[in-house]
């Protein structure tokens, strides 16, 4: 499963969450507070105290709404993947806020960008599985998206779209990744681990290259 703030969770099936509406209301919510925030600079004591405690109702809706989202994606990943007596491998995104705050951007999608509640949906996932016998593994994202998915060879990576040279596989670019990360956490589970994932190719009957350890994973 690959998460995203465009796509809160797209997974390997092509079930996919817009992450829309999150962003819509969270950008409400931060001119609200940037309004509110004026008024409180320049009012009387008691519309300052007025102020403050609307700010606070308003920080818990949007976090209450944050969580709400949450259960609900984790709880429909968990039901499906409980149905196909499947594993769930999802992306270990530990740090990335250290390595995106790095990168010039403007003030609006830093603020996007740190208020991704990624390791919440995360630990929603994990507790869930953990109740209803469902295994979650996280595994590295590195490469995840620009990796082909068919074959395994490196390809372009466009926005939203992803294209291989080597097998010419074209399709969303978080779709390849989501099948990226559940190959890799298919490998967990194999005797010989990660080594089925490798970039030895045959021709398949289409006449394109094909990787052996797409025919061992099925």
Not at 68 to 77: D, L, T
Not at 91 to 108: A, M, P, S, Y
């Amino acid at each position: 499963m690959d998460f995203g703030r465009r796509d809160i969770a797209l997974t390997s099936n092509g079930d996919k969450w817009d992450g829309k509406k999150l962003t819509e209301t969270r950008d409400k919510y931060s001119r609200t507070r940037a309004s509110l925030q004026r008024k409180a600079s320049t009012r009387t004591r008691s519309s300052r105290r007025r102020c403050r405690r609307i700010l606070v109702r308003l920080s818990g809706r949007e976090r209450r709404f944050q969580q709400w989202m949450n259960h609900n994606i984790s709880k429909a990943i968990i039901e499906q993947a409980k149905q196909q007596n499947a594993l769930i491998a999802i992306e270990d995104l530990t740090g990335i806020r250290e390595r995106t705050n790095k990168k010039t951007r403007n003030q609006t999608e830093r603020r996007r960008s740190n208020s991704w509640s990624f390791f919440q949906l995360r630990t929603f996932l994990e507790y869930k599985g953990l109740r209803e016998g469902v295994e979650v593994i996280a595994v590295s994202p590195a490469y995840t998206s620009q990796t082909c998915h068919c074959c395994l060879h490196i390809g372009l990576r466009s926005d939203k779209k992803f294209k291989c040279g080597n097998c010419n596989w074209s399709g969303d670019a978080d779709l390849n990744g989501a099948k990226m990360i559940s190959l890799l956490g298919q490998s967990v589970n194999l005797p010989r681990g990660s080594s089925y994932l490798c970039c030895s190719l045959s021709t398949d009957s289409s006449g394109l290259l094909k990787s052996p350890a797409m025919e061992s994973l099925g």
